[in-house]
């Protein structure tokens, strides 16, 4: 018999479609099954939660295996944004709601959204810079606390 999960900590650290997706539903299904759930977004992972820049997430054409494109192909003007379109409209066909919504979603489900204070500052950022769900910002020390006793996922 295992023993159950009962925390899991989300490191987010890409700002591309592929990064920060993951971490939403790796959070939203342990909501789901009970578990308790804390993001910590850091460097360009920031982009899910940055009022100016949530709404306006792509996927990275360029360099990205899973595509199947040659590099060249994935740096062609409009590239990213007909692939982010694409990738779009599929997700909406299965109901999988857009960042913006998706964190509020999770953040409705008691999961903790959480800034880190070494990207904020090395980015200028602030409080005020980020969407109402993120509960605040913190170190990566008080990350460590938060995620004490559970299971860490890096994406």
Excluded at 17 to 35: D, F, K, S, W
Excluded at 108 to 113: E, K, P
Aim: net charge negative; charged share 20%; glycine share 10%.
């Amino acid at each position: 018999m295992t023993d159950k999960i009962e925390k899991v900590s989300v490191i987010v650290s890409k700002g591309s479609l592929e990064g920060i997706y993951p971490a939403l539903i790796m959070a939203n299904g342990a909501r789901a099954e009970g578990i308790e759930a804390n993001l910590f977004f850091t460097f360009f992972g920031l982009d899910a939660v940055h009022k100016a820049k949530h709404e306006h997430i792509k996927l990275a054409t360029v360099g990205n295996p899973g595509l199947h494109l040659a590099t060249w192909a994935g740096g062609l003007p409009g590239m990213s944004a007909v692939m982010t379109h694409h990738l779009a409209r599929k997700m909406d066909d299965l109901d999988i709601p857009p960042i913006p919504e998706f964190v509020e979603l999770i953040a409705d489900t008691g999961a903790g959204l959480y800034a880190c204070q070494a990207s904020v500052d090395l980015f200028g950022l602030s409080k005020e810079d980020f969407v109402d769900q993120v509960r605040d910002i913190i170190t990566v020390g008080e990350f460590y606390d938060l995620a004490a006793g559970g299971q860490i996922i890096f994406t």
